[in-house]
């Protein structure tokens, strides 16, 4: 298989329609298979999937009973993925999974050892200037250069998700999967996609500017502790 695609949902009941419209034309693309995580959800989640995946061949569900955060979701998808390329996206749909086509084109082009991120493009003043501040800390911090961290989709060879020891459980799991791709020496390849609006619900963490206030102190609790990991 070429690609498996992980998109973590945490009560995404009301998104996960219009999502698998989404996903069933990535699945069609050939050779690459969907895998959703229901992240623990307390919604209605599982009974949404269980009723509407069998319309869509190509997906797949993985059900983690209790959330223990956004990375964990993914690391559990991951584990059950069978491509030979892995990657992620968001299930909010403020980037597309479609997007996932052109990331594994773009993987494709650059050689088995890529590592490929999106670049958002549509986003408020005030997250690129968030963003932009975030870039500008990692990469002197970590002495790699690491723009956009959290920009979706991201892929990667089945062997680098094997070299992986320790990943965080959290949203940190982008900056971790980013630094040790760069640290490792895989080509990074970046593109254009558009970053829009939520379809429904709202973040769980890009609430307010205490929201990001607590991200950033975790983040940057967790840089350091990566850069000695990786560093010595």
């Known amino acids: 298989m070429r690609l498996s695609l992980v998109i973590p949902c945490y009560n995404e009941a009301a998104n996960l ?20 995580v229901d992240n623990g959800s307390t919604d ?37 993925c069978e491509g030979d390329v892995l990657g992620w996206t968001h299930a909010d749909l403020q980037t597309d999974p479609v997007d996932a086509i052109r990331g594994l084109e773009v993987f494709e082009s650059a050689g088995t050892d890529a590592f490929v991120k999106g670049k958002r493009h549509g986003r408020p003043a005030a997250d690129v ?16 250069p690491l723009r956009d961290i959290n920009a979706q989709p991201t892929l990667f060879p089945r062997k680098f998700f094997e070299t992986w020891r320790n990943p965080p459980h959290d949203f940190s799991l982008d900056l ?52 000695k990991e990786v560093q010595g």
């Open 44 to 80: 209605d989640s599982p009974g949404v999937l269980a009723q509407l995946l069998p319309k869509y061949p190509g997906c797949r569900s993985v059900r983690v009973e209790r959330n223990q955060g956004y990375g964990f979701g993914i690391l559990q998808g991951l584990a059950a």
């Open 176 to 227: 971790y999967a980013y630094y040790t791709a760069r640290a490792a020496g895989l080509r990074v390849a970046r593109f254009p996609v558009v970053f829009g609006e939520r379809a429904h619900g709202v973040s769980h963490w890009n609430v307010d500017w205490k929201s990001k206030w607590k991200f950033i102190r975790r983040t940057i609790d967790y840089s350091f502790k990566l850069r």
């Open 129 to 144: 200037a968030f963003t932009f501040g975030m870039s500008v800390f990692e990469t002197l911090l970590m002495r790699k």
């Open 17 to 36: 329609p219009l999502l698998l419209e989404r996903c069933a034309r990535v699945a069609q693309a050939g050779d690459i298979e969907v895998v959703l």
